[in-house]
Structures are given as C-alpha cells and as structure tokens.
C-alpha cells in the first residue's frame, strides 16, 4: 500500500526566509512524485515532478525538490519565499506502471503563510 | 479555452434536491476523475473514467452518479445529498496512454448542503 506524510500542516515564514515543506512516502515499489500547489479558491496546479533521472527537480516560481530513496522522503524547498507563495501545498505519489492509471495518494496539505 | 473548466463554480442545495456538477477539458486527454476535497482531509478520489470507461469507483454512496458522455466531458449527478457532503469536488484529467500520474486539475465546484 501507499501512504504519503505531510510531516507539517501549517508552515508561517517571513517573506525572502528560506522554506522547506516535508514529505515522505511509503511504497514498496518505484513510484513517480509529485508537488502539487493550491492558491485559494482554485484547483491544484502542477509545481513540479520527478519521473527519473536526477534527483534534484527544478518547478515553477523557483521550487525545487529533492528524491531520496533510502529516505523516501522527496521534500520541497525555496531559497527565498514571496508573500504570493502563500498557499497549501500537496505531495503526491503515483505508483510506477500496473493498471492504476493516473492514481495518485495525496498527502494532508502543509499551509505555506508568508508574512511580510 | 484551454485546460480543465468546471461549471458551476459554487452551488448550494438542500438535501431533496438534484443537481449537477460539469467538467470540460480541453486537453485532448483521453482520462478523467472527480476527487473531492474536505477540510482536514487529503484528496479522496471518487471515480475514473478511461475512454468514457469508469475503470475506478472508490466506495462512493449512490447518492453521487458520474456520467462521462466522450472524452471531454465528465459530469457529476448529485441527487438527496447530505450535509457531509459539502466540499470541493475537483474535476481532472490526464493522458492516459502516459501512466505518470500527472493530473491537470479544474478549479473546482464548491458545494454547500444544507
């Protein structure tokens, strides 16, 4: 079975701190990943992936996360945040190939509030 | 247009009503689901739908009946409703020749039952 932790549910940061947002998974095995952002009153909007191939992923509005099997942890980081970053952030795991098509196991939500 | 639409954006019900909530995607994706998020809780996937094929029915009441016409329209009856069921229910699809599980998400229909 999978499972996804979102070690955190709410993270308050001043604006231009640096952040990170925890997630571990559990799987038995390979799985695609994924960060996922919510502004509100609106859907979930892609930030970023890992499929293969390096570890580190570069997202949009300059996120970026890093695999890490022997921790299956894959936590999102940013260097210096911006009060438009505030919003709830989801972490996803999608299992690797099979019959599950597009299914994915979202986490709780950690909510990123940036204060000026 | 572009991306995934759905419509309406808020609806307000009583428990005897029935209504309907619509999404249209724009994408050429050949998959489509109906997730509903509540507060406190993670994303609880309801159906799938492959090739207007329901391929995934997570144990969700009767009360909630999807119906997917073609590929690019996913509907979602709703019909004695309870006031649990107030939430955000979000429309998505995606590539389904592609198993990586990226999702293209609606903005969502927020529904209150009263």
């Known amino acids: 079975a999978q499972s996804v932790t979102q070690l955190d549910s709410q993270v308050p940061v001043f604006e231009e701190a640096p952040v990170e947002l925890r997630c571990n998974y559990s799987?038995?095995?390979?799985?695609?990943l994924f960060w996922y952002v919510q502004y509100p009153n609106q859907g979930l909007q892609l930030l970023l992936k890992y499929l293969s191939g390096s570890t580190l992923v570069k997202g949009i509005n300059g996120f970026e996360a890093e695999f890490n099997k022997s921790q299956t942890s894959f936590h999102l980081r940013k260097p210096s945040v911006h009060i438009s970053d505030t919003a709830e952030y989801f972490c996803?795991?999608?299992?690797?190939?099979?019959?599950?098509?597009?299914?994915?196991?979202f986490g709780r939500g950690t909510q990123l509030t940036v204060w000026p | 247009e572009t991306g995934v639409t759905q419509t309406p954006r808020h609806l307000v019900m009583g428990m005897t009503n029935k209504k309907s909530l619509k999404c249209e995607q724009h994408l050429g994706h050949n998959a489509m689901y109906w997730y509903k998020q509540s507060a406190k809780k993670p994303l609880e996937l309801m159906f799938v739908?492959?090739?207007?094929?329901?391929?995934e029915n997570n144990s969700v009441p009767s009360r909630f009946s999807p119906e997917c016409p073609n590929s690019s329209h996913l509907f979602l009856h709703l019909h004695t409703l309870q006031p649990e069921d107030s939430a955000l229910y979000l429309c998505?699809?995606?590539?389904?020749?592609?198993?990586?599980?990226?999702?293209?998400f609606g903005e969502g229909s927020r529904l209150t039952v009263l």
């Open positions: 998505a699809s995606s590539s389904g020749t592609v198993n990586t599980g990226e999702l293209f």
């Open positions: 739908y492959s090739l207007e094929e329901r391929v």
């Open positions: 996803a795991v999608c299992v690797y190939g099979g019959s599950t098509l597009g299914r994915l196991y």
């Open positions: 799987s038995s095995v390979s799985v695609y």
